[in-house]
């Protein structure tokens, strides 16, 4: 167990757009010098970034169109019932402006990098959210002694599942839930401990790469989350962040230990 605060998305992204205080500045530069290859993925980014600016700055300096005005989008923003519906009329007008939209793209890319794996995270916070508070339904499957959830599990992620022991962090296993999501399907697994604080461990099949730890936190909601080997998880509770570094940490470690075959085992 450490009490390291590792680096998070969000300091990376201030570095990548310059928004670093220079306390935390010299923290990130430390954290990259140590991490060449997270150094080198930020570099290609700001290279990028730049490039696109320069190739966009015509558009960006033509006149805001009257339908993208901030009280025109505020206005239509408070009609909107809900927040699907808004999110399908902003989809649409955006479709139809094409390529008035252009000048927005330097700005949009700057401040929003939209990937699987904080996809995977949001939704992982959202089944956190859904299921800990439930009393009578909080699992699909019960993690009893005769390995059906593990089975189960593992039949519909096509692919290996084990549920990690973190006995040893005080949290032990209630049991699980498939989860859709909209590329393959999603695993919880959720626990507790002897005050009754839950904790959820979810997984996913994915092609991405994140080898270090990541973290995020809301309405002291905090998970941690990473990805490798063809899989993402995410750990989420309303513990400690240090505690949840060591559930994560201890999750981790037994699946690096767990017998992979290719790719495809988890």
């Known amino acids: 167990m450490t009490s390291e605060i590792p680096v998070g998305e969000d300091d990376l992204q201030a570095y990548v757009d310059g928004r670093l205080k220079a306390d935390r500045l010299s923290i990130v530069q430390a954290y990259l010098e140590m991490h060449p290859q997270v150094k080198a993925y930020l570099a290609r980014d700001m290279i990028l970034r ?53 000048w927005l793209a330097n700005s949009f890319v700057m401040s929003v990098r939209l990937s699987a794996i904080h996809i995977m995270t949001t939704n992982a916070v959202a089944a956190y959210l859904t299921y800990t508070p439930e009393i009578k339904h909080p699992i699909e499957v019960s993690a009893s002694g005769d390995g059906h959830l ?72 905090r998970t941690y989350y990473r990805a490798e080997n063809g899989i993402a998880f995410a750990v989420t509770a309303k513990i400690d962040q240090a505690q949840l570094l060591a559930v994560a940490t201890a999750i981790s470690t037994q699946i690096t230990k767990t017998p992979a075959n290719s790719n495809d085992s988890f």
Do not use: C
């Not at 206005?75 to 008035?100: D, E, I, K, P, Y």
């Not at 039949?155 to 973190?166: C, F, G, H, K």
């Not at 009754?196 to 936190?217: C, K, S």
């Open 50 to 102: 730049d490039e696109l600016a320069g190739a966009l700055q015509a558009k960006y300096d033509e006149p805001i169109p009257a339908i993208l005005r901030v009280e025109t989008l505020i206005a239509a923003r408070r009609a909107s019932q809900n927040r699907w519906r808004r999110l399908s009329v902003a989809a649409s007008v955006l479709f139809m402006l094409g390529g008035t939209m252009g």
């Open 150 to 221: 593990i089975q189960w599990l593992s039949n519909r992620l096509e692919r290996p599942v084990i549920i990690p022991d973190l006995t040893s962090e005080h949290f032990y296993p209630m049991g699980g839930r498939v989860l859709p999501t909209s590329g393959t399907p999603a695993a919880q697994i959720m626990y507790n401990d002897e005050q009754g604080n839950r904790l959820t461990f979810y997984l996913q099949p994915m092609a991405a790469g994140i080898t270090d730890f990541r973290y995020t936190e809301s309405n002291g909601i």
